[in-house]
Structure formats: structure tokens, C-alpha cells
């Protein structure tokens, strides 16, 4: 652009500092607030992929969901579930990582997933899919799909298990075959949160764990952040228990 009225400046989290920019800069994202919004032409703009370096495009089908889990800021952000663009408005590489929080929940989603089984693409939604609505349908669909790295899920509690289990099993049944199946695990309770990674690992599934932080940016506790270090370093995961774990770092 050749002039600032053009340019934004977008953060995630409120945590993080604001840059400091000339003032004709336009801030937006949750980290500033809530209810900050692209205009339409630049919401669905294609990236310049260049400017970057990067061998694979980025986008959202879709926008918004309808759960209204206690420790997500996306139906409050963005609304319910709705359509958000055509994979071909911002597909211009093989592989494509996509953002959407909930693919499955509205039927563009599902529409847009054949088309990309149709077009070869490679794909790995980062956000995570909802476990709750892989049926057999949706199981022999992910089948045509490839896969990179992972199949993401997310079962932020043990109340979450058998939804993830089921999804896993059909996933499986229909030889859905990632190099990986990967699911994001929310610490905020840790004895919830072990019972939910002892699950995982014994489904031969890779955790992610995730210290819970509000939208305040409190920080996590030590114990959180303790639990998540255990986790994330695979050869504490794959060599320790979490009791070894702690009692070894105590």
C-alpha cells in the first residue's frame, strides 16, 4: 500500500504488548477486542503467499460456531456457524491449512471438504475438528481427503472421551491414514486433563497440551505449565508417567 490508511495490525492475544505503529494504522484481531472487523475486500482478499515464503495457502471456509464452550471466545467473536469462502478464493498451492473452529457444524463445510477430496488437495485443519460429529459419513468422506501431517481433534475434558474414541474408530475403520492422529488436550484441572492424555496415549494418539489462559491473560499455574512441559516433550511422554515426571522434578 502507499499509504498507512491501508495497513492493519492484528494480535491474538490481549497478553501479548501492542506494537507501536504511526496512528493511522487500523488495530483489529481478539487481542485488541472482540468485535473488530475486516472490511469485506480485505477479509477475503488471497494472501500475497510470497511476501512470506509460504509452500502452502491458508484460509476459512467457514466462520463461527454453534458450541458455546466456557473457555472459547469464537461464538461470542464470530457469531454461529456460517459460511466464509470457496477453497478456491485463497487455494493456490497443493497443501492448504485451514482455520476453521468447526468445520463440520454447517453443511458449506461438508460441501467444501468434497470439493477438496475432488481437487487433490493435501490439507490440516490447525483448529482442530469436532470429534462429536464424525459419523460414518463424514469417516468415508476424511478417507478421499490427504491428510498433512495430522488429523486434528480436541478433547478438552474427560467428558469428551468417548466422543473422541468413537471418531478415532471410524476414522480408522476407513482407513483414514494420517502420518498422525493429534488432539489438543485443555489443562485447567490436571487430574481431568491426566485422565484425558492416559486415554490418548493408550489410542496411540499424539497430545497437545494447552494451559488454560482466559481472556484477561491470567497466567497459568505451575502445575498447569508443569503438566504441559510433560506432554509436549515427547521423550519425557514416552519414558515417564506423570507421577515419575513430577517426582523427578520436584
Given amino acids: 500500500a502507499d499509504s498507512y490508511d491501508l495497513i492493519y495490525s492484528s494480535k491474538v492475544f490481549s497478553f501479548t504488548e501492542k506494537p507501536i505503529l504511526p496512528e493511522t494504522v487500523q488495530y483489529g484481531g481478539s487481542g485488541y477486542g472482540l468485535f473488530n472487523e475486516l472490511p469485506y475486500e480485505t477479509e477475503h482478499i488471497c494472501p500475497d503467499y510470497g511476501l512470506y515464503g509460504l509452500e502452502y495457502s ?19 467473536k464470530e457469531g454461529d456457524i456460517k459460511p466464509h469462502a470457496d477453497i478456491a478464493e485463497f487455494a493456490r498451492h497443493k497443501k492448504v491449512v485451514l482455520l476453521d473452529n468447526n468445520v463440520l457444524a454447517h453443511p458449506h463445510g461438508i460441501a467444501q471438504l468434497e470439493k477438496i477430496a475432488s481437487l487433490g488437495l493435501t490439507v490440516d485443519f490447525n483448529q482442530g475438528i469436532d470429534a462429536r460429529l464424525i459419523d460414518d459419513r463424514i469417516a468415508r468422506l476424511f478417507s478421499k481427503i490427504k491428510w498433512d501431517p495430522s488429523v486434528r481433534l480436541a478433547c478438552d475434558n474427560a467428558g469428551s472421551i468417548a466422543s473422541v474414541r468413537k471418531a478415532i474408530e471410524l476414522l480408522r475403520w476407513h482407513n483414514v491414514t494420517p502420518r498422525r492422529y493429534f488432539c489438543y488436550v485443555l489443562v485447567k484441572d490436571i487430574d481431568n486433563a491426566v ?5 490418548l496415549k493408550g489410542m496411540n494418539v499424539d497430545p497437545f497440551a494447552q494451559p488454560y489462559i482466559d481472556i484477561s491473560g491470567d497466567k497459568p499455574t505451575a502445575e498447569q505449565k508443569h503438566f504441559a512441559r510433560w506432554v509436549n516433550m515427547k521423550a519425557e511422554f514416552k519414558s515417564r508417567t506423570w507421577e515419575d515426571y513430577k517426582e523427578a522434578h520436584n
Fill in 195 to 199: 485422565e484425558v492424555v492416559r486415554f
Fill in 58 to 76: 491458508m484460509g476459512f471456509l467457514t466462520r463461527g460456531c454453534m458450541r458455546h464452550c466456557s473457555w472459547c471466545i469464537v461464538p461470542d
